[in-house]
């Protein structure tokens, strides 16, 4: 199996997780984001969406996050505990809830904080406008504030008291706006708690190898100036601004 990946990925850093965690051999193959190699000849061989991850199981590709962590868990069950997508009816059902909710919310609106404060002002050179950027991080804290009520609730984890790929996909994508230098869990015992709770279950040196690379982003002015990726981007964030 191998698995094409940029750990500066949320949905990557999730299968990776996973595969590291629980044994599951496969061959890392990187995709540089910051040097477009998603546009490459090579990559587009592998995947005509052009976005990783990309799982390739001898003629077999999948390129969808979820679609891969659910086809490693049915494919390894001798390697992956059941508690990592549960066969209970309910408690599974809770899990798919969560990774069904969590595109358009937890993802999109952590992606645009991040976008926001590390990657726009290093391709444009100035700051995002007051108001867009005050405008992101409301709608990041009602999506936090939403996932704490409707799905971690009083509960260790999202379904259940076991840790689950709805818990895996969700620290991932808490993770993204926090490599900016934007602590959400400060001020949030319940939260603050949790996460200690799946990086136990993860291991701690897992965990933060994982989320090296997005915790050390002052590095994407120079890495963007030497691929000559600033001139590739910025049409597509002035964009976002027109």
């Given amino acids: 199996m191998e698995l094409?990946?940029?750990l500066h990925s949320q949905p990557c850093r999730s299968v990776y997780l996973l595969a590291k965690?629980?044994?599951?051999p496969f061959t890392f193959k990187s995709v540089d984001l910051s040097a477009g190699q998603q546009f490459g000849e090579d990559f587009g061989k592998v995947s005509v969406v052009r976005k990783v991850p990309a799982m390739k199981d001898g003629d077999f590709i999948l390129t969808e996050s979820v679609a891969i962590l659910q086809?490693?868990?049915?494919?390894?069950?001798?390697l992956v505990p059941g508690h990592w997508y549960p066969s209970d009816l309910q408690r599974r059902a809770l899990v798919n809830e969560f990774l069904s909710w969590q595109h358009t919310a937890l993802r999109a609106h952590g992606s645009k904080v991040f976008w926001f404060r590390a990657v726009v002002p290093v391709v444009t050179g100035v700051a995002v406008p007051k108001e867009k950027m005050d405008s992101a991080l409301e709608d990041l804290k009602?999506?936090?504030d939403l996932f704490q009520s409707k799905f971690l609730k009083?509960?260790?984890f999202i379904a259940g008291e076991e840790v689950s790929l709805a818990d895996l996909v969700a620290i991932v994508e808490i993770m993204q706006p926090v490599g900016t230098g934007l602590d959400v869990f400060e001020g949030q015992p319940a939260l603050s708690a949790w996460r200690e709770r799946v990086k136990k279950v993860i291991g701690e040196e897992l965990f933060d190898e994982a989320h090296k690379s997005i915790m050390n982003v002052d590095f994407l002015a120079k890495t963007f100036q030497d691929n000559g990726m600033l001139e590739f981007l910025k049409p597509r964030i002035n964009k976002m601004f027109t």
């Fill in 71 to 78: 086809y490693m868990v049915e494919k390894f069950p001798q």
């Fill in 21 to 24: 965690r629980t044994g599951i």
């Fill in 142 to 144: 009602q999506t936090m």
């Fill in 154 to 156: 009083d509960s260790s």
């Fill in 4 to 6: 094409y990946l940029d």
